[in-house]
């Protein structure tokens, strides 16, 4: 079983190293978070689904719902704490350092050459759940419609998941009525 200091520790590195925060924090999650046997890689994507609907930030529900997961309430409070720690010190810092050099065209640069880094550490996450998804061509169809009607369409995530939710609920209560 996981102590509390290493629910904290293990959190605290996630918050420390990475940039840009939930989709980009998923990959570090996964190799800390598996590597360890704390959960299985069949069972992030439950957790992800999960954090995605509760409300708040990704990373931080990732860890109250694992941490909760590991070692109860106080597990919950460990890994949350280790998971915005780094993050509110690293902010409170560069606010105090760099306040006069917010518009300086080097730190503008490294800011932007920092975005694609962003970008990749969140299609990485999205490539590993694609191929978890199976080889039915359905799953597929969802996706690719979700993404149609989200980025292209500007139709509400909220809609396409309540859309979703209430089709799922109906095949399956067809199916069981059968």
Avoid at 16 to 26: D, L, R, V
Avoid at 115 to 139: E, T, Y
Avoid at 140 to 163: E, R, Y
Wanted: aromatic share 8%; charged share 15%; no cysteine.
């Amino acid at each position: 079983m996981a102590s509390l200091r290493q629910i904290f520790g293990v959190f605290a590195k996630i918050g420390a190293f990475t940039i840009g925060g939930g989709y980009a924090m998923i990959p570090l999650i996964r190799d800390e978070l598996t590597t360890r046997g704390w959960i299985s890689d069949e069972e992030l994507p439950d957790i992800i689904a999960l954090a995605q609907s509760a409300p708040g930030v990704l990373a931080v529900n990732v860890s109250i719902f694992t941490g909760y997961r590991l070692r109860g309430l106080k597990g919950s409070i460990a890994a949350t704490l280790g998971t915005i720690l780094p993050s509110f010190v690293a902010i409170l810092l560069i606010a105090m350092v760099f306040r006069g050099y917010a518009d300086h065209p080097v730190v503008e640069r490294v800011f932007k050459g920092i975005r694609p880094v962003v970008v990749a550490l969140i299609a990485v996450p999205v490539v590993r759940m694609a191929r978890q998804m199976g080889s039915g061509i359905l799953p597929w169809v969802i996706a690719a419609g979700t993404l149609v009607l989200v980025a292209f369409l500007k139709v509400s995530p909220i809609w396409v998941l309540a859309a979703l939710a209430v089709t799922g609920a109906g095949v399956t209560l067809y199916r069981q009525r059968k």
